[in-house]
RNA sequence: GCGCCCGUAGCUCAACGGAUAGAGUAGCAGACUUCGAAUCUGCUGGUGGGGGUUCGAUUCCCUCCGGGCGCACCA
C-alpha cells in the first residue's frame, strides 16, 4: 500500500517538477484510525518555501490521481496525510486476502535466484550457526519464490581439503567401529578433536593428515573409500536435520569435491590469460585494484583451495542457470572471502549475475567468544532442536492436558521450531547474537508461538461461524478493527522489502503487529454473538483475511501454523 | 597496524534521513460466569563521547572510546 502511493507519488512529482530529490514519508499517523501517509520534500527548500506550503500544493495537485483512494490533509509541520476511502480499504483488502491464500507473483517471474546456504562441513555436526544459515536461507528462498523467482535452493558442503587428510589419519588410528556404527557423527567429532588434542604434542600428526589427504587426491582407494563413507554418514545426518527442521527440500546439492575433476583446467586458463600468477610459491589472484589482499588459488604444496572451489563452483552456478541473483548466507566471519571472491568474479567477467553474500552475526557464547569446534565448545544444531521442542512439550500438556501424546508431539514440534525459527529471524542479522538459551526458549510476547497461537484463535472463530459470505468491510467502525485492516495493507511491502534488504526481521515484526491488532480485536469485540448479520459477515472477512494473512506470512518464515496449539 | 560488522530502556532487540525513538522481557498495578488468559490494559525506563552535513540524524561524514570478526598457503 505505501509502496503504491510512493510510486504514484514519485511519478506524479517527477512529472510535476523535474528530476528533484526528494524524500516520501511514511509512518502510520498513531491518532487516527485510518492509514495516512506522509510527504516531505526538498522542493520547499529548492523553492525557499514551508513545507506545509507545497504539501498544500501538492495535496491539490494529487486530488485528481489519489482522489478516489483516499482523503488527504497537510498536518500544521508540513506533513501530508493519507486516509484511504472505505470503498478501497474494502476492495484492497480482499485482493490481499486472496494473494495471501494463493501467494503473489510477477515481480520475479522469468528470474531466477540461487540461495545457497548452509555450507555444512562433512565429519562435523551441524552447529548452531549453520542453524541460522538453514533457517535464513530457507525463508529467503520462499520470500523470493512468492514474488515469482525461481529459486534454486542450493546445498553446498565442504568435503575436502587438508581436513579430510586428517580425520582419515584418525580414523585409521583410533576409529571405535562400534561408536561408529551407533552414531557415526559423534564418533568422527570424537577423532576430530581427538586428533587436535594429540597434534598440539606430536607434530608428525600433522604431516601425516597432509600425506593422507595427498593419498586421497591422487585416488587411493583405502583413503578414498574411507572418505566416501564418512561423507555418507555425514550426508545422512544433515538430511535427518533439515527434515527435523521442516526446511524446504534442497534442489541443487554438490560438495567441493564435485569441482575437484575441474580445478586443474581452470588454474590452467588463469594463469594462460594472465589472471592468475605465481607469488611466493603460491598461486594467486591479484585484487590490489580493489584494495584486498590476494585470493589464493594454489598453495606452495600444489594443494588447491577454498577460494579455487568456490571459483570453479560460481562458474558452474553461472553458466548452468544464468541466474539474476546469487546469494550466499553464510556468517560474518568469511566477508573477506566473498569480498574477494567477488571481485575476482568482475575481474573474470564471470557474468552479471548480482552476488550478494547474505552475511550473519556470529552466534557468541555466554562468555561473549565464539564458540569453537576445536575446543568442543560448539552448541550442535540438534541440541538446539531437541531441547526447545522438549519444552515446548511441557508447554503444550500444560495448556492442554486432554492432547493425545501424538497430537502433544505434532503441536510441541511446530511450537518449539516455530519460536525457534522466530527468534532468529526476528532480529537483524549483522550483529553478533550472544547464544542464550533463556531467550531463545521464551515462547510469549513478541515470539513465533505467540503468532501460531493467534492464528489458532481465529482459525477457532471461523471454525465456530461455519459457512457466510463476504461482508463490506468498510461498515466497520470500532477503532480496533480499523486498526487491523489497516494494518493488513502493509502485507505486500513487508514482503518486497525482506526481499530487498535479505532480512527477514521486517517481516517478522510485521506479522507480530498484525498478531497484535488481532489481538486486541479479539478481545474488544464479540464476534459470533452479533444481531447484525452484515457486520457480523464484514468482521468474518476481516478475520479470514487476517488468518490467512498470518499462515502465509508464517510460510514464508518456515513456520508451520496449525488450527489447535 | 589495516579492513568489515556492531554499540539504542536493567536484559534481548526495532526504527527506506522524518512527526512524541518503538517492541518483547524483567518490575509494579489491573482484566477470565462471554468466540482459547500462550491473551489484553496501564505505569516505570533509552540513542557510548565529541564535532560536521541537513529544515530535520539512531540512521550519512570525521574523530575518540568500547566489543566482535578477518587480514597468503584453514574452510
Same mark, same amino acid.
Given at each position: 500500500?505505501?509502496?503504491?502511493?510512493?510510486?504514484?507519488?514519485?511519478?506524479?512529482?517527477?512529472?510535476?517538477?523535474?528530476?528533484?530529490?526528494?524524500?516520501?514519508?511514511?509512518?502510520?499517523?498513531?491518532?487516527?484510525?485510518?492509514?495516512? /501517509?506522509?510527504?516531505?520534500?526538498?522542493?520547499?527548500? &529548492?523553492?525557499?518555501?514551508?513545507?506545509?506550503?507545497?504539501?498544500?500544493?501538492?495535496?491539490?495537485?494529487?486530488?485528481?490521481?489519489?482522489?478516489?483512494?483516499? /482523503?488527504?490533509?497537510?498536518?500544521?509541520?508540513?506533513?501530508? +496525510?493519507?486516509?484511504?476511502?472505505?470503498?478501497?480499504?474494502?476492495?484492497?483488502?480482499?485482493?490481499?486476502?486472496?494473494?495471501?491464500?494463493?501467494?503473489?507473483?510477477?515481480?520475479?517471474? $522469468? &528470474?531466477?535466484?540461487?540461495?545457497?546456504?548452509?555450507?555444512?562441513?562433512?565429519?562435523?555436526?551441524?552447529?548452531?550457526?549453520? !542453524?541460522?544459515?538453514?533457517?535464513?536461507?530457507?525463508?529467503?528462498?520462499?520470500?523470493?519464490? /512468492?514474488?515469482?523467482?525461481?529459486?534454486?535452493?542450493?546445498?553446498?558442503?565442504?568435503?575436502?581439503?587438508?581436513?579430510?587428510?586428517?580425520?582419515?589419519?584418525?580414523?585409521?588410528?583410533?576409529?571405535?567401529?562400534?561408536?561408529?556404527? +551407533?552414531?557415526?557423527?559423534?564418533?568422527? !567429532?570424537?577423532?576430530?578433536?581427538?586428533?587436535?588434542?594429540?597434534?598440539?604434542?606430536?607434530?608428525?600428526?600433522?604431516?601425516?593428515?597432509?600425506?593422507?589427504?595427498?593419498?586421497?587426491?591422487?585416488? =587411493?582407494?583405502?583413503?578414498?573409500?574411507?572418505?566416501?563413507?564418512?561423507?555418507?554418514?555425514?550426508?545422512?545426518?544433515?538430511?535427518?536435520?533439515?527434515?527435523?527442521?521442516?526446511?524446504?527440500?534442497?534442489?541443487?546439492?554438490?560438495?567441493?569435491?564435485?569441482?575437484?575433476?575441474?580445478?586443474?583446467?581452470?588454474?590452467?586458463?588463469?594463469?594462460?590469460?594472465?589472471? *592468475?600468477?605465481?607469488?611466493?610459491?603460491?598461486?594467486?589472484?591479484?585484487?590490489? *585494484?580493489?584494495?584486498?589482499?590476494?585470493?589464493?588459488?594454489?598453495?606452495? =604444496?600444489?594443494?588447491?583451495?577454498?577460494?579455487?572451489?568456490?571459483?570453479?563452483?560460481?562458474?558452474?552456478?553461472?553458466?548452468?542457470?544464468?541466474?539474476?541473483?546469487?546469494?550466499?548466507?553464510?556468517? +560474518?566471519?568469511?566477508?573477506?572471502?566473498?569480498?574477494?571472491?567477488?571481485?575476482? *568474479?568482475?575481474?573474470?567477467?564471470?557474468?552479471?549475475? $548480482?552476488?550478494?553474500?547474505?552475511?550473519?552475526?556470529?552466534?557468541? $557464547?555466554?562468555? $561473549?567468544?565464539?564458540?569453537?569446534?576445536?575446543?568442543?565448545?560448539?552448541?550442535?544444531?540438534?541440541?538446539?532442536?531437541?531441547?526447545?521442542?522438549?519444552?515446548?512439550?511441557?508447554?503444550?500438556?500444560?495448556?492442554?492436558?486432554?492432547?493425545?501424546?501424538?497430537?502433544? =508431539?505434532?503441536?510441541? +514440534?511446530?511450537?518449539?521450531?516455530?519460536?525457534?525459527?522466530?527468534?532468529?529471524?526476528?532480529?537483524?542479522?549483522?550483529?553478533?547474537?550472544?547464544?542464550?538459551? =533463556?531467550?531463545?526458549?521464551?515462547?510469549?510476547?513478541?515470539?513465533?508461538?505467540?503468532?501460531?497461537?493467534?492464528? *489458532?484463535?481465529?482459525?477457532?472463530?471461523?471454525?465456530?461461524?461455519?459457512?457466510?459470505?463476504?461482508?463490506?468491510?468498510?461498515?466497520?467502525?470500532?477503532?480496533?478493527?480499523?486498526?487491523?485492516?489497516?494494518?493488513?495493507?502493509?502485507?505486500?511491502?513487508?514482503?518486497?522489502?525482506?526481499?530487498?534488504? @535479505?532480512?527477514?526481521?521486517?517481516?517478522?515484526?510485521?506479522? @507480530?503487529?498484525?498478531?497484535?491488532?488481532?489481538?486486541?480485536?479479539?478481545?474488544?469485540?464479540?464476534?459470533?454473538?452479533?444481531?447484525?448479520?452484515?457486520?457480523?459477515?464484514?468482521?468474518?472477512?476481516?478475520?479470514?483475511?487476517?488468518?490467512?494473512? !498470518?499462515?502465509?506470512?508464517?510460510?514464508?518464515?518456515?513456520?508451520?501454523?496449525?488450527?489447535?496449539?
Amino acid at each position: 500500500m505505501k509502496q503504491t502511493i510512493k510510486k504514484l507519488l514519485r511519478d506524479y512529482i517527477a512529472d510535476l517538477v523535474g528530476d528533484v530529490s526528494f524524500e516520501i514519508l511514511t509512518p502510520p499517523d498513531p491518532s487516527l484510525g485510518d492509514y495516512a /501517509t506522509n510527504v516531505a520534500f526538498v522542493i520547499a527548500k &529548492k523553492e525557499g518555501k514551508k513545507p506545509a506550503e507545497t504539501a498544500t500544493e501538492l495535496k491539490d495537485a494529487l486530488e485528481s490521481t489519489l482522489g478516489e483512494m483516499a /482523503t488527504m490533509q497537510v498536518s500544521s509541520n508540513g506533513f501530508l +496525510n493519507f486516509f484511504l476511502k472505505p470503498e478501497f480499504l474494502q476492495k484492497r483488502l480482499l485482493e490481499i486476502k486472496s494473494e495471501a491464500q494463493y501467494g503473489r507473483g510477477g515481480e520475479g517471474a $522469468g &528470474k531466477k535466484v540461487i540461495i545457497e546456504y548452509p555450507s555444512c562441513n562433512v565429519a562435523k555436526p551441524m552447529h548452531i550457526g549453520h !542453524l541460522r544459515s538453514t533457517i535464513i536461507g530457507d525463508a529467503l528462498a520462499n520470500v523470493y519464490e /512468492t514474488l515469482g523467482y525461481d529459486v534454486i535452493r542450493w546445498n553446498y558442503f565442504g568435503d575436502w581439503g587438508t581436513q579430510f587428510g586428517k580425520l582419515i589419519a584418525s580414523y585409521k588410528r583410533w576409529l571405535d567401529k562400534e561408536a561408529f556404527e +551407533n552414531d557415526p557423527v559423534g564418533e568422527m !567429532l570424537r577423532l576430530y578433536v581427538k586428533f587436535h588434542a594429540e597434534a598440539a604434542s606430536n607434530p608428525e600428526l600433522e604431516k601425516e593428515g597432509q600425506a593422507e589427504f595427498k593419498k586421497l587426491e591422487e585416488g =587411493d582407494n583405502e583413503n578414498r573409500k574411507i572418505w566416501s563413507e564418512l561423507r555418507e554418514e555425514s550426508l545422512k545426518d544433515f538430511d535427518r536435520i533439515f527434515k527435523r527442521l521442516g526446511t524446504r527440500a534442497f534442489d541443487q546439492t554438490k560438495g567441493e569435491s564435485d569441482y575437484e575433476s575441474e580445478l586443474k583446467p581452470i588454474i590452467a586458463y588463469l594463469q594462460e590469460k594472465g589472471f *592468475a600468477r605465481e607469488s611466493e610459491g603460491a598461486l594467486i589472484i591479484d585484487l590490489a *585494484a580493489h584494495g584486498l589482499p590476494p585470493a589464493l588459488l594454489r598453495k606452495s =604444496d600444489g594443494a588447491t583451495l577454498y577460494m579455487t572451489r568456490d571459483l570453479a563452483s560460481l562458474g558452474d552456478r553461472i553458466k548452468t542457470y544464468q541466474p539474476e541473483k546469487i546469494l550466499y548466507v553464510v556468517a +560474518n566471519q568469511q566477508a573477506l572471502h566473498f569480498e574477494q571472491l567477488f571481485a575476482a *568474479a568482475r575481474d573474470l567477467k564471470l557474468g552479471d549475475a $548480482g552476488l550478494v553474500h547474505v552475511k550473519f552475526g556470529m552466534v557468541l $557464547g555466554e562468555d $561473549g567468544k565464539k564458540l569453537a569446534t576445536r575446543e568442543g565448545k560448539v552448541v550442535a544444531a540438534e541440541e538446539v532442536i531437541d531441547k526447545i521442542v522438549a519444552l515446548a512439550r511441557k508447554k503444550v500438556i500444560q495448556k492442554n492436558p486432554d492432547l493425545s501424546s501424538d497430537e502433544a =508431539d505434532k503441536i510441541a +514440534n511446530s511450537v518449539g521450531l516455530g519460536g525457534l525459527k522466530y527468534n532468529d529471524l526476528k532480529q537483524h542479522p549483522h550483529s553478533d547474537i550472544v547464544f542464550d538459551w =533463556d531467550a531463545m526458549l521464551d515462547l510469549s510476547g513478541n515470539s513465533g508461538p505467540y503468532i501460531q497461537y493467534t492464528y *489458532a484463535r481465529l482459525a477457532n472463530i471461523l471454525a465456530k461461524a461455519g459457512a457466510y459470505s463476504d461482508g463490506d468491510v468498510s461498515m466497520l467502525v470500532e477503532p480496533s478493527e480499523r486498526a487491523l485492516m489497516k494494518k493488513l495493507l502493509d502485507f505486500p511491502d513487508a514482503i518486497g522489502e525482506s526481499a530487498k534488504l @535479505y532480512t527477514l526481521n521486517g517481516l517478522a515484526l510485521y506479522l @507480530y503487529e498484525l498478531a497484535h491488532a488481532a489481538n486486541q480485536f479479539y478481545e474488544q469485540v464479540r464476534v459470533l454473538e452479533d444481531d447484525n448479520n452484515d457486520r457480523k459477515n464484514a468482521r468474518l472477512t476481516v478475520i479470514a483475511t487476517v488468518a490467512s494473512t !498470518l499462515k502465509q506470512g508464517l510460510k514464508l518464515l518456515g513456520i508451520e501454523a496449525l488450527e489447535r496449539i
